[in-house]
């Protein structure tokens, strides 16, 4: 095989190495499969885990509308489940899923990034008897001139 190739086992096919997603944990730097072909597999496995086969998969996605569940792109691919519970949630896209991962689940601290970005955090504060001002010590400032 000629350098800078590679044999995907399942769609049986030489490939450029770009076409295999790289990894550290072989010697080559590549995975065994093509990037269509390890996505699927992937796939495969994440819904086997989940206690979920492709015709479920389908069937949930289907009641979604064929879009995440949170955000609503088109097209997710990754089954999201409870991790205390083990029970599937639904279908997500990537940044949905790992979002929810990323705040660990939780409601608290999903509802506290909310506030965050709804600026909600500001204080009422008297400035006269009977006037307030909306102010916040850390937030709503212009970007430095120096950064």
């Known amino acids: 095989m000629g350098q800078g190739l590679k044999w995907c086992p399942d769609c049986e096919q030489i ?5 295999f997603p790289s990894t550290t944990r072989k ?4 995975h065994s499969y093509c990037k269509p072909c ?16 492709q015709r479920e998969f389908d ?7 064929g879009v995440c569940a949170v955000c609503g792109d088109p097209d997710p691919e990754h089954v999201d489940h409870d ?17 929810l991962g990323q705040f660990r689940d ?9 506030t965050y970005l709804r600026g909600t955090t ?6 006269h008897p009977g006037v ?15 950064s």
């Open 59 to 65: 069937e949930l996605l289907a009641e979604q509308g």
């Open 83 to 99: 991790h205390r519970t083990g029970w599937v949630r639904g279908i997500l896209c990537f940044n949905c899923n790992g979002g």
């Open 15 to 19: 490939k450029p190495l770009g076409e």
């Open 106 to 114: 939780s409601p608290t601290r999903l509802a506290r990034a909310i």
């Open 27 to 30: 010697t080559s730097g590549r």
């Open 122 to 127: 500001w204080q009422r504060v008297l400035i």
């Open 38 to 53: 390890h996505n699927a597999r992937g796939k495969e496995t994440a819904q086997r885990r989940y206690g979920i086969g």
């Open 132 to 146: 307030f001002q909306m102010c916040s010590p850390t937030r709503g400032r212009p970007p430095s001139r120096h």
